[in-house]
């Protein structure tokens, strides 16, 4: 077991692209640290990093207490699950397993040992004479998953490891991780772009974009309160609706809707609501919200998405999956935004829909810097 | 290896609902045929005739009487089969030692190849070092200069190590080949690079990863070269008769085979009967290797 930091870690590649820059993070002993973030920001060339597969340009590696930034990948205590399994396609799932140990000499009992217990262990005893072609996209995930755990290694580095899954096994595998994760306690770095899945798995999220850390916390705490636009945008399915407001001596209007923030500096602010922020109200309301223009419901069984429109300006970001950047968007007059409502709510599409935001919904940004203004 | 992939291929493909609709809305029909066979086989039925109507003249020949060879035009049924010419052409020549010398030579060059292009070509491929590019340019040029150019300098360096008139002659220059290693080089680069560092976090070392990882993935393209270089050398007529001069127990098959060929007379059912069973090692390699030719598994271990 062991802890893994960065520090003020930068990545550059040839051609002067920067990957990842000033780094600093650190995966405590045991800990399941999850790496979050859209293609291209940085999250795998940080994790390769840590692997050896990837030369530092600046900054330092830790593993225990070691600075590994000159470590061969093979000395360095760690296993990696890759994105596409990577099996030996030549070797049986057995000799797969083996490979790892018998390159560090392990004895054949020891290996044996080994490899059946970690095969009991993750349901893999009827395969173990199979090649990976033969296998099924889980059973190859599982016989990847084996592979790292076979060497009990310090750390353990996944690569999306369930990307290429189906969503129903993927769901599976999951919990599947988790669970394992949690008896063997082996620190553990995790890459995914897919934020439910860094919600669900994670003890602690990390999330990045354009090679920079924007937040790192608990994932319920980066829900609530994302640090930066960004966050806000990445983070929750679907997004935080954010609307561009005025602040003026400590009052924030958007649209119809007022209110009070100490914090608000006087000028344009973005105004974020978490879609099961907003929650609709008769008509004989009388306090602040908005009318939801509604223009499309999508029923989900448990619960109801409706995306609409509202008088207010639209705060004009969006992000790019591409870019894995925060783009500026038309700057129009009505802005978008989405309802989470119970299943048995269900407005037509065209109705109008009276909605106001929940005590403590509302959270603030600012319009340049798209910083999180947090009440004092 | 190809039972792996056979069962895959052999099973019918689900039917997928997205191709009932096409881009016409129709159901796709299997077109209607007026042939029994493809239209191509009346153009390729006559190619085939063409080119392997040497080859049936040669085994023709090999059986006929010296006679019967000359008469005109070609007799292209004995009658009486004379299998005697081969143990003939056996007895009458050299044979035995032309044809030990050749594989000697063809088995070291093939198998010093296949070790020194894959060590080469996986260095090009996958390791960073300076000059990598520059090296490799260089070497991929040298491909583009005709064996004529070459043969005045290689036959004076050959002379200079003292190898005229022996086997070595034929073995030394050809250790290693461009074209080897510029395939192999190839080959390589299209591996997942995952598979190698994955061998590399399990800790496998460079020579470990070519062994056991990259050669392993690499047998098409190794059978590959190996048939191609086997065939070469094994064929090779002209560096053999520069470099092998008056010693008679350094000929090779091809040299052997060319004394048939006197000034004043040519054996030519003998000389069709060595022919034949000088053939005879690259046929039953091509049948051998044939099996390797077929698509790698290099990927099959990656996402499904």
Redesign the interface.
């Known amino acids: 077991m062991a802890r893994v930091a960065f520090q003020d870690v930068t990545k550059v590649y040839p051609g002067a692209v920067v990957a990842v820059q000033g780094l600093s993070l650190e995966a405590a002993d045991g800990e399941f640290l999850i790496l979050v973030g859209p293609s291209g920001c940085g999250k795998t060339t940080a994790l390769r990093m840590v692997?050896?597969?990837e030369r530092i340009t600046d900054g330092t590696i830790t593993i225990g207490n070691r600075v590994v930034n000159d470590v061969?990948?093979?000395d360095r205590d760690?296993?990696?699950v890759?994105?596409?399994?990577?099996?030996?396609?030549?070797m049986t799932v057995a000799k797969?397993l083996a490979?790892?140990l018998r390159?560090?000499r392990t004895s054949r009992e020891d290996v044996r040992r080994r490899v059946d217990e970690v095969s009991r262990m993750l349901g893999l005893e009827q395969l173990l004479q199979r090649?990976?072609?033969?296998?099924?996209?889980g059973q190859?995930q599982r016989v990847a998953m084996g592979?790292a755990l076979v060497?009990e290694p310090d750390v353990f580095l996944l690569d999306e490891p369930l990307s290429?899954l189906d969503a129903k096994l993927r769901v599976q595998m999951r919990s599947e991780l988790k669970r394992l994760q949690g008896r063997l306690g082996v620190t553990t770095i995790y890459v995914t772009h897919d934020q439910v899945e860094a919600i669900t798995l994670g003890e602690r999220i990390a999330v990045l974009s354009d090679g920079v850390l924007q937040q790192v916390g608990k994932p319920q705490d980066v829900y609530d309160h994302p640090d930066n636009v960004f966050v806000a945008s990445f983070i929750g399915s679907p997004p935080m609706n954010l609307l561009k407001g005025r602040a003026m001596s400590g009052r924030v209007a958007v649209g119809d809707l007022e209110f009070d923030h100490a914090q608000a500096p006087d000028g344009d602010v973005l105004v974020g609501i978490r879609p099961e922020g907003l929650r609709p109200v008769g008509q004989g309301h009388s306090g602040p919200g908005f009318e939801v223009h509604v223009e499309v419901v999508e029923p989900l069984g448990d619960e109801v998405l409706v995306h609409g429109s509202v008088e207010a300006r639209d705060a004009g970001v969006r992000i790019d999956a591409e870019e894995a950047k925060l783009l500026a968007d038309a700057d129009t007059d009505r802005g978008t935004v989405t309802v989470r409502l119970p299943p048995e709510e269900r407005p037509e599409a065209g109705s109008r829909l009276l909605v106001a935001p929940a005590p403590g919904a509302i959270r603030l940004f600012d319009a340049t810097s798209g910083l999180a203004i947090r009440p004092a | 290896m190809s039972s792996i992939i056979a069962p895959a291929k052999a099973a019918p493909a689900p039917l997928d609902p997205s191709r009932l609709g096409g881009e016409t809305g129709m159901v796709e029909r299997p077109r209607r045929r007026f042939l029994p066979f493809d239209p191509w086989h009346l153009f390729l039925a006559p190619l085939a005739v063409v080119m392997l109507l040497p080859l049936v003249w040669m085994v023709v020949t090999s059986l006929e009487t010296l006679a019967q060879t000359r008469h005109f035009p070609p007799i292209l049924w004995p009658g009486t089969l004379q299998f005697g010419n081969y143990s003939d052409a056996i007895r009458q020549s050299e044979f035995g030692t032309w044809f030990w010398n050749t594989t000697v030579v063809t088995v070291t060059i093939v198998v010093s190849n296949l070790v020194f292009c894959s060590l080469a070509a996986y260095a090009f491929a996958r390791i960073r070092f300076l000059g990598r590019g520059v090296i490799y340019f260089v070497l991929l040029a040298t491909l583009m200069v005709p064996l004529q150019v070459v043969l005045i300098p290689t036959f004076l360096i050959v002379k200079d190590l003292g190898l005229i008139d022996h086997l070595g002659a034929l073995i030394v220059p050809n250790l290693v080949s461009v074209f080897g290693i510029f395939m192999l080089t190839q080959f390589f680069r299209t591996l997942p690079i995952e598979l190698e560092e994955a061998a590399r976090i399990d800790g496998a070392s460079r020579l470990t990863i070519l062994l056991r990882i990259v050669v392993p993935l690499s047998l098409p393209a190794l059978a590959t070269l190996a048939v191609i270089q086997f065939m070469w050398t094994w064929n090779d007529f002209l560096w053999p008769l520069v470099t092998i001069l008056t010693n008679q127990n350094a000929f090779t098959l091809q040299l052997g085979l060319a004394t048939f060929q006197g000034a004043h007379q040519t054996t030519w059912h003998l000389l069709a009967a060595a022919n034949i069973m000088s053939m005879l090692p690259i046929l039953a390699l091509f049948l051998v290797a044939q099996r390797s030719f077929v698509r790698g598994i290099a990927t099959q271990g990656l996402k499904g």
Not at chain 1, 82 to 90: G, M, S
Not at chain 1, 131 to 137: C, D, N, V
């Open positions: 692997a050896g597969l061969p990948p093979k760690i296993a990696m890759f994105q596409n399994y990577a099996l030996y396609p030549h797969n490979f790892g390159q560090r090649r990976p072609g033969q296998l099924s996209g190859r592979r060497r290429n």
